[in-house]
């Protein structure tokens, strides 16, 4: 399952037990304003943009249809669940409350999930530190580092506010 389908999921779980559990009081009428989401990618290829020509996939057999139908509906999900994400945050004013995190341009072996070699892992660090400078998206041009950090001082502020609130 993807990360971001993971992330509609967690949406799901906080709303259903908003509703059962006191502790979640302050979410129960699906609040998003009282919701922080950090949705964190697996990275998609690079490959995944890429065309092909009618005499390409003319010499296709079944298998390869399926591999690329199959990456193709896991993108597309993928895209969908981070567009709906996002507009619904964005259309409860509280855009700042979800945060996507992924990498779209992934090549080589930082696009294979069971390569654990020490190279791999040091290619992966460097994935994640050139992301860190990169723009959130075209419209944000605020990089990702900043949106973390951000982030990060909101998740500190709101455990912060639920401490004080326990102390009464």
Known sequence: MHACMQALLSVS?????AEEDPAFAS???LNYKQMLLLSLGTGTNSEF???HTAEETATWGALQWMLVIQQMTEAASSY???YYLSTVFQALHSQN???RVQENALTGTTTKADDASGANMELLVQVGENLLKKPVSKDNPETYEEALKRFAKLLSDRKKLRANKASY
């Open 27 to 29: 979410i129960r009428s």
């Open 97 to 99: 409350n979800y945060l």
């Open 49 to 51: 943009d890429k065309t």
């Open 80 to 82: 969908m669940t981070d």
């Open 13 to 17: 779980v906080a709303t259903r037990r």
